[in-house]
C-alpha cells in the first residue's frame, strides 16, 4: 500500500481519534509505532522507535504529509529531530507538529523539550505546520483523580488551565494535514479558564466526594509563569466547544 499520511502516535489517545478521521477522509494511512500491529485496509502499520532513530527512514518513505503525535516523558525534542530529519530527505511535503500552549513561556522542562522539538523541525527544512494545543480533558481527569485520592488535596494559588477535548484537537489537526503548510496556527484552547482546585472540585462532585483543600504556593520561576498565566491562550486562540463539565458528565457515573 502507498500511503499517503504517516501517523505517529496513532494508538494513543489523540492518534486514536485522527486515525479514523483520516479515513473517512478517505486517506490510506501509514502508522509508525514500537509494537507490531496488524495491517487493516487503508492502514499499514510499521515498527519503529523515533527516539532510537530505528526504521524512521523506511516509515518517511514515499509519504507526503508526516502528522507527529507521538510524546513521552522525555526525548521528545530528539524523536522530532530523527524524524524531521528522515523527512526532509525523503522529500515530505508537509510536516505537522502538535505542540503545548506555552512551550516558549513557562520555565519547566517538559515544555522546554516541546519547545526544543518545534524548533528541530523548523531547522529542519522540511514546510510545517504547528498547532499547540491547551492540556487535554484525559490529562486533567487524570490529574484530578490521582489527587482526589488524597486525604487533603493541595491547591495551588495561581494556577489554572484551558483545558480541551482531544476530539476538537483530532479534528483540527486533520485539517491541517489534509492542507497545505501553514507555520505556526493559532492556538487551540478550552473554551473555559479553571482554577485547578476547580476542575479537582469538579471531579469530586461528580463523583460524589468531598475532599477538604489545602492552600500552596508554587515556588520559582515556574511559579512566577503560572500566575502571569503563561500556559493560556487568552488572545488570538481558537477555542474548542466542549467544557470540562461535558467531559466529566460523560465519563464519571
Known sequence: MSAQILLTGGTGTLGGHVLPLLRDAGRDVRVLSRRPHESTAGVEYVTGDLLKDEGVEAAVDGVETVLHLAGGAKGDDEATRNLARAAARAGVRHFVLISVIGADRVPIGYLRTQLRAEEALIESGVPWTILRAAQFHDLVFTMARKMAKLPVVPKPGGLRF???DSREVAARLVELALGGPAGRVPDLAGPKVYRIDELVR????AAGKRRP??????PGKAGRAYRDAANLSLENADKGALTWEDYLAAHVG
Open 162 to 164: 484551558q483545558p480541551v
Open 202 to 205: 469538579g471531579y469530586l462532585d
Open 213 to 218: 483543600m489545602l492552600p500552596v504556593r508554587v
